[in-house]
């Protein structure tokens, strides 16, 4: 993972989360993808820095680059 991104089995059931909150990494996601700023983001989570939203959208680039797409 990167420095701001951890997996604790005893955090949100090992979900990744922010490194030091209980803010997983697919709430920040969800947001984005639903037309949120950083911004707004920051404004909804303002224990969250710009470098630690920017860690969770690295950190699905990274996972989805490992994934194989299967096309059906």
């Known amino acids: 993972m990167n420095e701001w991104i951890v997996a ?6 090992g979900k990744p989360t922010i490194k030091g ?6 709430n920040i ?4 993808a639903g037309g949120y700023t950083v911004e707004r983001v ?3 989570y303002p224990e ?3 470098e630690m ?13 490992e994934e194989q797409v299967v096309h059906g």
Do not use: F, K
């Not at 604790?8 to 059931?13: L, M, S, V, W, Y």
């Not at 909150?21 to 697919?26: D, H």
């Not at 939203?53 to 680059?65: C, G, H, K, S, T």
């Open 53 to 65: 939203v920017q860690a969770a959208l690295e950190y699905a680039a990274a996972v989805i680059d």
């Open 8 to 13: 604790d089995p005893n955090i949100c059931g």
């Open 42 to 44: 920051l404004s909804a």
């Open 48 to 50: 969250l820095t710009p």
């Open 29 to 32: 996601l969800g947001m984005m």
């Open 21 to 26: 909150t209980r803010i997983m990494v697919r």
